[in-house]
Protein backbone atom coordinates (compact mmCIF):
# COMPACT_ATOMS: atom_id res chain seq x y z
CA UNK A 1 0.00 0.00 0.00
CA UNK A 2 0.68 3.91 -0.89
CA UNK A 3 0.44 6.29 1.54
CA UNK A 4 1.41 10.14 2.82
CA UNK A 5 2.56 10.48 6.31
CA UNK A 6 3.45 13.82 7.76
CA UNK A 7 3.28 15.50 11.50
CA UNK A 8 4.09 14.30 14.97
CA UNK A 9 2.01 12.87 18.06
CA UNK A 10 -0.37 10.90 19.04
CA UNK A 11 -3.03 8.94 18.65
CA UNK A 12 -2.11 8.52 14.58
CA UNK A 13 -4.53 9.92 12.59
CA UNK A 14 -5.22 7.16 9.58
CA UNK A 15 -7.80 9.29 6.30
CA UNK A 16 -10.34 6.61 4.83
CA UNK A 17 -11.34 8.12 0.98
CA UNK A 18 -14.65 7.68 -0.40
CA UNK A 19 -15.33 4.67 -2.57
CA UNK A 20 -12.91 4.68 -5.66
CA UNK A 21 -10.90 7.92 -4.53
CA UNK A 22 -7.30 7.69 -3.76
CA UNK A 23 -5.45 9.15 -1.14
CA UNK A 24 -5.52 12.91 -2.11
CA UNK A 25 -8.59 13.92 -1.61
CA UNK A 26 -8.00 14.62 1.71
CA UNK A 27 -5.36 17.48 0.54
CA UNK A 28 -8.25 20.25 2.28
CA UNK A 29 -7.74 18.85 5.53
CA UNK A 30 -4.46 17.22 5.51
CA UNK A 31 -1.64 19.97 6.35
CA UNK A 32 -3.68 21.43 8.91
CA UNK A 33 -4.35 18.28 10.98
CA UNK A 34 -0.54 17.15 10.90
CA UNK A 35 0.14 20.56 12.58
CA UNK A 36 -0.94 18.52 15.59
CA UNK A 37 -0.80 14.81 15.14
CA UNK A 38 0.63 11.99 13.14
CA UNK A 39 -1.60 11.76 10.26
CA UNK A 40 -1.82 8.95 7.49
CA UNK A 41 -3.26 8.90 4.26
CA UNK A 42 -3.72 5.42 2.41
CA UNK A 43 -4.73 4.61 -1.23
CA UNK A 44 -6.76 1.26 -0.86
CA UNK A 45 -5.67 -1.79 -3.12
CA UNK A 46 -5.80 -0.98 -6.59
CA UNK A 47 -6.46 2.61 -5.97
CA UNK A 48 -3.91 5.56 -6.52
CA UNK A 49 -0.72 4.27 -6.27
CA UNK A 50 -1.26 1.19 -4.22
CA UNK A 51 -0.64 -1.71 -6.03
CA UNK A 52 -3.60 -4.00 -7.17
CA UNK A 53 -5.19 -6.91 -4.93
CA UNK A 54 -4.20 -10.16 -5.98
CA UNK A 55 -7.44 -12.33 -5.14
CA UNK A 56 -10.53 -13.08 -7.37
CA UNK A 57 -12.52 -10.34 -6.63
CA UNK A 58 -13.76 -7.76 -3.77
CA UNK A 59 -14.70 -8.69 -0.56
CA UNK A 60 -15.06 -6.65 2.59
CA UNK A 61 -12.21 -8.70 4.32
CA UNK A 62 -9.90 -7.33 1.96
CA UNK A 63 -9.62 -3.60 2.74
CA UNK A 64 -10.92 -3.73 6.46
CA UNK A 65 -7.92 -6.42 6.97
CA UNK A 66 -5.32 -4.09 5.00
CA UNK A 67 -6.63 -1.59 6.98
CA UNK A 68 -6.31 -3.42 10.56
CA UNK A 69 -2.02 -4.06 8.65
CA UNK A 70 -1.48 -0.36 8.62
CA UNK A 71 -3.09 0.58 12.05
CA UNK A 72 -0.58 -2.22 13.57
CA UNK A 73 2.35 -1.36 11.47
CA UNK A 74 2.71 2.65 12.26
CA UNK A 75 3.37 0.72 16.08
CA UNK A 76 2.23 4.06 17.88
CA UNK A 77 -1.40 2.33 19.40
CA UNK A 78 -4.62 2.86 18.46
CA UNK A 79 -5.60 5.39 15.77
CA UNK A 80 -8.10 7.42 15.03
CA UNK A 81 -9.92 6.91 11.89
CA UNK A 82 -11.45 9.41 9.80
CA UNK A 83 -13.98 7.95 6.81
CA UNK A 84 -15.56 9.45 4.42
CA UNK A 85 -18.30 7.55 2.79
CA UNK A 86 -17.78 4.36 1.96
CA UNK A 87 -14.64 5.12 4.08
CA UNK A 88 -16.59 5.77 6.99
CA UNK A 89 -18.52 2.28 6.84
CA UNK A 90 -14.74 0.36 6.56
CA UNK A 91 -14.10 2.39 9.71
CA UNK A 92 -16.91 1.17 11.60
CA UNK A 93 -16.50 -2.53 10.07
CA UNK A 94 -12.84 -2.20 11.68
CA UNK A 95 -14.15 -0.63 15.03
CA UNK A 96 -16.74 -3.97 15.40
CA UNK A 97 -14.02 -6.26 14.55
CA UNK A 98 -11.15 -4.79 16.14
CA UNK A 99 -11.82 -2.46 18.51
CA UNK A 100 -8.49 -2.41 20.30
CA UNK A 101 -7.21 -0.58 17.02
CA UNK A 102 -9.38 2.27 17.37
CA UNK A 103 -8.85 5.14 19.53
CA UNK A 104 -11.75 7.20 17.83
CA UNK A 105 -13.98 7.89 15.15
CA UNK A 106 -14.87 10.83 12.92
CA UNK A 107 -17.51 9.71 10.10
CA UNK A 108 -17.72 12.17 7.40
CA UNK A 109 -21.11 11.46 5.24
CA UNK A 110 -20.73 8.15 5.82
CA UNK A 111 -22.19 5.60 3.95
CA UNK A 112 -24.80 3.50 5.20
CA UNK A 113 -26.35 -0.13 4.35
CA UNK A 114 -30.01 1.21 4.61
CA UNK A 115 -29.42 3.84 1.80
CA UNK A 116 -29.52 2.22 -1.45
CA UNK A 117 -32.34 3.75 -3.35
CA UNK A 118 -32.06 2.21 -6.76
CA UNK A 119 -32.16 5.45 -8.81
CA UNK A 120 -29.25 6.95 -6.93
CA UNK A 121 -27.15 3.67 -6.78
CA UNK A 122 -27.81 3.72 -10.52
CA UNK A 123 -26.58 7.51 -11.27
CA UNK A 124 -23.38 6.65 -8.77
CA UNK A 125 -22.55 3.86 -10.96
CA UNK A 126 -23.04 5.90 -13.61
CA UNK A 127 -21.41 8.95 -12.74
CA UNK A 128 -18.73 6.99 -11.16
CA UNK A 129 -18.14 5.50 -14.81
CA UNK A 130 -18.44 9.02 -16.92
CA UNK A 131 -15.91 10.37 -14.42
CA UNK A 132 -12.96 7.72 -15.10
CA UNK A 133 -13.94 7.91 -18.66
CA UNK A 134 -13.08 11.69 -18.52
CA UNK A 135 -10.46 11.93 -16.15
CA UNK A 136 -8.53 8.92 -18.38
CA UNK A 137 -9.28 10.95 -21.69
CA UNK A 138 -8.26 14.35 -20.29
CA UNK A 139 -5.30 15.87 -22.34
CA UNK A 140 -2.35 15.61 -20.41
CA UNK A 141 -3.92 13.90 -17.51
CA UNK A 142 -0.47 12.91 -14.84
CA UNK A 143 -2.06 9.84 -13.70
CA UNK A 144 -2.97 9.34 -10.51
CA UNK A 145 -3.48 12.73 -9.11
CA UNK A 146 -6.54 13.44 -7.32
CA UNK A 147 -10.60 13.56 -7.85
CA UNK A 148 -13.49 15.17 -9.47
CA UNK A 149 -16.78 15.63 -8.29
CA UNK A 150 -19.94 14.45 -9.73
CA UNK A 151 -23.36 16.62 -10.10
CA UNK A 152 -23.78 18.47 -7.06
CA UNK A 153 -20.96 16.62 -5.22
CA UNK A 154 -23.45 13.29 -4.12
CA UNK A 155 -24.62 10.38 -4.86
CA UNK A 156 -25.57 7.28 -2.76
CA UNK A 157 -22.94 7.51 -0.23
CA UNK A 158 -20.25 5.12 -2.09
CA UNK A 159 -18.78 7.05 -4.77
CA UNK A 160 -20.51 9.80 -4.04
CA UNK A 161 -18.75 12.85 -3.54
CA UNK A 162 -15.51 12.15 -5.17
CA UNK A 163 -16.92 9.83 -8.07
CA UNK A 164 -13.76 10.19 -10.77
CA UNK A 165 -10.16 9.34 -9.87
CA UNK A 166 -7.09 9.94 -12.46
CA UNK A 167 -6.71 6.27 -14.22
CA UNK A 168 -3.14 5.90 -15.56
CA UNK A 169 -3.87 1.72 -15.29
CA UNK A 170 -6.34 -0.75 -16.15
CA UNK A 171 -6.10 -1.97 -12.13
CA UNK A 172 -7.25 1.38 -11.22
CA UNK A 173 -10.19 1.70 -13.48
CA UNK A 174 -11.51 -1.91 -12.15
CA UNK A 175 -10.80 -1.19 -8.31
CA UNK A 176 -12.80 1.68 -8.64
CA UNK A 177 -15.78 -0.10 -10.51
CA UNK A 178 -15.35 -3.00 -8.17
CA UNK A 179 -15.42 -1.20 -4.86
CA UNK A 180 -18.49 0.59 -6.07
CA UNK A 181 -19.89 -2.75 -7.09
CA UNK A 182 -18.57 -4.53 -3.56
CA UNK A 183 -20.50 -1.50 -1.71
CA UNK A 184 -23.95 -3.06 -2.67
CA UNK A 185 -23.61 -6.68 -3.17
CA UNK A 186 -22.34 -6.23 0.54
CA UNK A 187 -25.33 -5.13 2.05
CA UNK A 188 -26.73 -8.02 3.85
CA UNK A 189 -22.96 -8.81 5.51
CA UNK A 190 -23.10 -5.32 6.50
CA UNK A 191 -26.33 -5.65 8.03
CA UNK A 192 -25.38 -8.39 9.76
CA UNK A 193 -22.26 -7.32 11.18
CA UNK A 194 -23.93 -3.76 12.10
CA UNK A 195 -26.23 -5.78 13.88
CA UNK A 196 -24.18 -7.88 15.80
CA UNK A 197 -21.21 -5.14 16.16
CA UNK A 198 -21.10 -2.80 19.16
CA UNK A 199 -18.69 0.49 18.27
CA UNK A 200 -16.22 0.60 21.15
CA UNK A 201 -16.17 3.05 24.28
CA UNK A 202 -14.44 5.76 22.11
CA UNK A 203 -15.33 9.23 20.91
CA UNK A 204 -17.44 8.89 17.97
CA UNK A 205 -18.15 11.81 15.51
CA UNK A 206 -20.48 11.51 12.92
CA UNK A 207 -20.54 14.83 10.30
CA UNK A 208 -23.79 15.24 7.87
CA UNK A 209 -23.65 17.02 5.24
CA UNK A 210 -26.82 19.11 4.29
CA UNK A 211 -26.77 19.49 0.51
CA UNK A 212 -26.47 17.46 -2.75
CA UNK A 213 -29.54 15.32 -2.65
CA UNK A 214 -33.63 16.37 -2.99
CA UNK A 215 -35.16 16.74 0.64
CA UNK A 216 -36.18 13.78 1.04
CA UNK A 217 -33.26 11.70 0.23
CA UNK A 218 -30.93 13.62 2.16
CA UNK A 219 -33.09 13.83 5.48
CA UNK A 220 -33.48 9.73 5.06
CA UNK A 221 -29.34 9.90 4.83
CA UNK A 222 -28.93 11.82 7.85
CA UNK A 223 -31.51 10.34 9.66
CA UNK A 224 -29.15 6.62 9.70
CA UNK A 225 -26.43 8.45 9.95
CA UNK A 226 -27.98 10.02 13.72
CA UNK A 227 -28.73 6.78 14.20
CA UNK A 228 -24.91 5.70 14.03
CA UNK A 229 -23.70 8.32 16.76
CA UNK A 230 -26.84 7.33 19.11
CA UNK A 231 -25.33 3.87 19.18
CA UNK A 232 -22.00 4.89 20.30
CA UNK A 233 -21.39 5.70 23.92
CA UNK A 234 -19.61 8.64 23.39
CA UNK A 235 -21.33 10.01 19.86
CA UNK A 236 -22.21 13.14 18.57
CA UNK A 237 -24.05 13.93 15.10
CA UNK A 238 -22.93 17.19 13.35
CA UNK A 239 -25.22 18.48 10.61
CA UNK A 240 -22.61 20.68 8.15
CA UNK A 241 -24.72 23.52 6.62
CA UNK A 242 -23.67 24.50 2.95
CA UNK A 243 -21.31 21.29 2.75
CA UNK A 244 -22.22 18.19 0.05
CA UNK A 245 -21.53 14.68 0.49
CA UNK A 246 -17.59 15.98 0.50
CA UNK A 247 -17.97 17.47 3.89
CA UNK A 248 -13.91 18.23 4.08
CA UNK A 249 -13.76 19.93 0.44
CA UNK A 250 -16.90 22.38 0.88
CA UNK A 251 -15.85 23.10 4.65
CA UNK A 252 -13.06 21.73 5.41
CA UNK A 253 -12.47 23.75 9.01
CA UNK A 254 -15.81 21.76 10.50
CA UNK A 255 -14.11 18.26 9.65
CA UNK A 256 -10.57 19.59 10.91
CA UNK A 257 -12.43 20.48 14.29
CA UNK A 258 -13.88 17.16 14.70
CA UNK A 259 -10.71 15.19 13.95
CA UNK A 260 -8.99 17.72 16.32
CA UNK A 261 -11.19 17.26 19.26
CA UNK A 262 -11.24 13.29 18.84
CA UNK A 263 -7.92 13.29 18.99
CA UNK A 264 -7.85 15.42 21.93
CA UNK A 265 -10.26 13.42 23.97
CA UNK A 266 -8.13 10.11 22.68
CA UNK A 267 -5.02 11.58 24.31
CA UNK A 268 -6.61 12.04 27.72
CA UNK A 269 -7.90 8.77 27.59
CA UNK A 270 -4.58 7.05 26.62
CA UNK A 271 -2.80 9.20 29.44
CA UNK A 272 -5.33 8.69 32.34
Request: glycine letters at 12%; a negative charge.
Amino acid sequence: MRWSEAGLGGPPVVLLADCGSPAQTWAPVLPELAAHSRVVAYDRAGLGASDPERSAGPTLETPVGDLAALVEHLDAGPAVLVGHGWGGLLAQLLAWQQPELVAGLVLVDPSHEEFQPPAVRTADAVLLSLGLIREALAPGAPGVTGAAHGAGGVGSGTAAGTVAVKVARRHQWRAALDENRLAALAVPELRSRRSAGRLPDVPVTVLSASDGLPRALRERWTILQSRIAEGAVRGSHIVVRGAGHAVHTDQPEAVVAAVLEVVEHARQARNA
